[in-house]
């Protein structure tokens, strides 16, 4: 049987699941991608926050395959670059545990945020790098000219409050991402310790159960 934490993973993942498809909808809408190859995002880990709720899938499947003490102990020595990224040189790279990303790293580059012009009305600002906008004018002017409610919008706040999942408050505070994975590690593998000891009680009680029996 699955514990708490697993299964609020599980429900976190179905809702990463569902902003992925809306980012991929909108650049193929919008026509904007990323740079191919290009990781320039992933290293400062300072630049991307991101709570350790979103990083609870990514925190199991690394805890699953046994490499959680790898990654809190890549924390360590290289706390600057996201402790996913592999780095290709220049700004290339690769994300090693990209099924699992965060939020931001699906709406970045492919959403948009809403805020307030000079005449105080809600307008789209699109969440686009320099590259993006040198290589994306037209379209990104395009976007930004759309009313906010247009069907075409793909809006991250709108969608990263979709992680209202009341379960513990310190798992909702947004930090940045590798503070973030070591917070999500740490508490997987003081749960599965816990899960492990009880199971370990029992096991014991029912050998005492048995015992009495005979
Ligand atoms: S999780 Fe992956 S996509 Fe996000 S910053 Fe880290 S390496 Fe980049």
């Not at 697993?6 to 179905?14: F, M």
């Not at 300072?46 to 899938?57: C, G, I, K, R, S």
Request: proline letters at 4%.
């Amino acid at each position: 049987m699955n514990s708490r934490l697993r299964n609020l993973a599980l429900d976190v993942e179905i809702t990463l699941k569902k902003i992925a498809a809306e980012t991929t909808s909108f650049s193929e809408t919008s026509n904007i991608s990323c740079l191919k190859g290009c990781s320039a995002c992933c290293h400062n880990s300072d630049n991307v926050w991101a709570t350790p709720l979103e990083m609870l899938p990514m925190a199991f499947d690394i805890f699953d395959r046994g490499l959680a003490g790898k990654y809190l102990d890549r924390i360590t020595s290289e706390p600057n670059r996201c402790t996913a990224h592999e780095d290709h040189g220049g700004r290339y790279g690769r994300c090693m545990e990209y099924k699992h990303r965060p939020s931001i790293c699906r709406l970045f580059g492919s959403s948009v945020r809403l805020k307030h012009n000079p005449r105080g009305e809600t307008v789209p600002e699109g969440l686009f790098c320099n590259w993006q906008r040198d290589h994306f004018k037209k379209e990104i002017e395009q976007i930004e000219n759309l009313p906010v409610d247009h069907k075409d919008l793909c809006v991250a706040g709108h969608l990263s409050n979709q992680f209202n999942i009341s379960f513990s408050k310190n798992l909702e505070v947004e930090m940045p991402i590798n503070k973030s994975l070591q917070k999500a590690l740490e508490m997987i593998m003081q749960n599965e310790h816990y899960i492990e000891m009880q199971m370990q009680v029992q096991h014991k009680d029912s050998e005492v159960h048995q015992s009495t029996k005979i």
